[in-house]
């Protein structure tokens, strides 16, 4: 495997100064980032859903907002960075050498530590900012148990109610055991009001699901009928909160009701998968892209600029990945890639010139299509969710249910744009052989979108880093290994001593 960058990004001594200086600086809040009280909400919302619809659309810029999880990391802003960090706890994802600090401790699985600076409390905090605000927007409706009046006003409260069950799926999965294999330990704290500042106990993994479950059941009729303005995916819509709750019903171990949810996604052919050429062209820069079923649209006014997915991620856009701190494909994932595949060109590029190909970094599957240097004000956009999850979850969840020719359709409907030659053995497979050919896809398909833990811990697989990485290299680890969930933060504890072992 061959790495030249400076053959492909010449950067001088003083175009790297630029670049980072003041990057390592602390960007600490100056003030509490505040939402409008419950109580001036509820007396608001009587007369007014623009209240409701206000909160709502501003509580989706906390995704990904610089300092979302309050540490002033170049490596903090929203879900994007969850995404990264756990791709790398994976090893799906590595990085290829230390230097800039970023994202390192989740790449050497130290980052699951109670400091006021680690991953445990970036994430605690980050996902119960969205709890906070996606409660004020339900107690200004009436409380999470009522049915609030006005069509606006019911598809504002079912997206709070989708939003809130995200933020406390994502915290069930970082802060505890699967639940297939321990539901009944005690977990996190959940919080349905913000009109008590009392300070909850532990809730069992049970618990937290049933409130998640309970959340999505409530929010996809309230959103039957919404519809987003064109061209705009920012908001949850109905496919969107279905989406969210095949994935919770997988991870539950209840496949027959994964499967009929994403293929109920699938059915209504609201969004259409990603053909062979998108996904090399695409960039997977654009909301516009067929396939992207949530996704927000950055612009020059909203985008946190160098502490970005596409800073971190893309090697033609002006901030970390550029400047040395790209991220790689294990090799082993790299090499099981037949050369039929066409994502396999994700990882590939070819020089022409010397005849030279370089692989394993991520050419083509993030990048900015006007390549070195094209974007240096980080306005491609960002994907939450995508079609072709579905097809994995469907194929998932009907293989572990034996219902082995529905598995089938699902996979080889996504490999047929993906690897003809791959799709044609689809039919031959056994259950094994299928299971497998799913948890493959999952790792290639959604590389670098954040599923690579859950994916881990869902198949019970181990992984041994490749030799390229520069954290753990040839280190094996399980995915039950205890660095990999992570530990509620001092400070959280230290103010709730509810949460104490």
């Not at 080889?412 to 052989?433: C, F, G, H, S």
């Not at 790792?443 to 859950?454: A, D, N, S």
Request: glycine content about 6%; some cysteine; proline content about 3%.
């Amino acid at each position: 495997m061959k790495f030249n960058m400076k053959k492909y990004f010449p950067v001088t001594a003083l175009g790297l100064s630029l670049l980072l200086s003041g990057c390592a600086d602390s960007f600490l809040e100056k003030s509490p980032s505040d939402y409008i009280t419950s109580g001036d909400l509820q007396e608001v919302a009587k007369w007014n859903s623009n209240i409701l619809m206000g909160q709502a659309l501003g509580t989706y810029s906390t995704t990904f907002a610089m300092n979302s999880g309050g540490t002033g990391g170049h490596d903090d802003f929203g879900q994007k960075a969850v995404d990264i960090a756990t791709d790398l706890m994976s090893g799906d994802m590595v990085i290829m050498q230390q230097g800039y600090g970023w994202f390192e401790s989740a790449g050497s699985l130290t980052c699951t530590t109670t400091t006021a600076t680690s991953y445990s409390y970036q994430f605690w905090r980050y996902y119960y900012k969205l709890i906070k605000a996606t409660n004020e927007i339900l107690d200004a409706a009436g409380g999470d148990d009522v049915t609030p009046e006005g069509d606006e006003n019911k598809v504002y409260y079912g997206q709070a109610k989708a939003l809130r069950a995200h933020s406390y799926f994502n915290l069930v999965n970082l802060y505890a055991r699967p639940y297939t294999e321990d539901k009944a330990a005690l977990a996190i704290p959940i919080y349905r009001t913000q009109l008590t500042s009392e300070a909850a106990k532990k809730s069992s993994v049970e618990e937290v699901y049933k409130l998640i479950v309970k959340d999505l059941t409530d929010a996809i009729p309230l959103l039957d009928g919404f519809q987003r303005p064109s061209g705009a995916k920012d908001q949850i819509d109905q496919s969107v909160a279905k989406g969210m709750l095949a994935y919770v019903y997988l991870t539950m171990g209840d496949y027959k009701n994964a499967a009929k949810i994403s293929q109920e996604v699938i059915d209504s052919k609201q969004y259409t998968l990603m053909n062979s050429s998108e996904i090399i062209n695409s960039g997977f820069a654009s909301v516009g892209i067929s396939g992207w079923m949530w996704g927000i649209d950055l612009t020059t006014s909203n985008s946190p600029a160098l502490p970005t997915f596409w800073g971190h991620m893309d090697l033609f856009t002006y901030s970390y990945a550029f400047a040395g701190g790209e991220k790689l494909v294990d090799t082993a994932l790299y090499e099981s890639i037949p050369a039929s595949d066409t994502r396999k060109k994700w990882f590939t590029e070819y020089d022409s010139k010397t005849g030279e190909q370089y692989e394993l970094t991520n050419w083509w599957k993030f990048y900015n299509a006007k390549r070195s240097m094209g974007n240096r004000e980080w306005y491609d956009d960002e994907v939450y969710m995508r079609v072709a999850e579905m097809y994995l979850i469907n194929a998932e969840a009907n293989v572990r249910d034996n219902n082995l020719q529905a598995a089938k359709t699902s996979l080889k409907t996504l490999l047929d744009e993906r690897d003809v030659v791959a799709a044609e053995k689809i039919a031959a497979m056994n259950q094994d052989e299928l299971l497998e050919a799913v948890y493959y896809n999952w790792r290639l398909e959604m590389w670098g979108e954040g599923r690579g833990l859950m994916t881990m811990k869902r198949f019970k697989k181990s992984i041994t880093r490749c030799a390229e990485d520069a954290m753990l290299p040839e280190r094996t680890y399980s995915y039950d290994d205890k660095r990999l969930t992570f530990n509620i933060p001092e400070r959280e504890i230290t103010s709730n001593p509810n949460l104490a072992d």
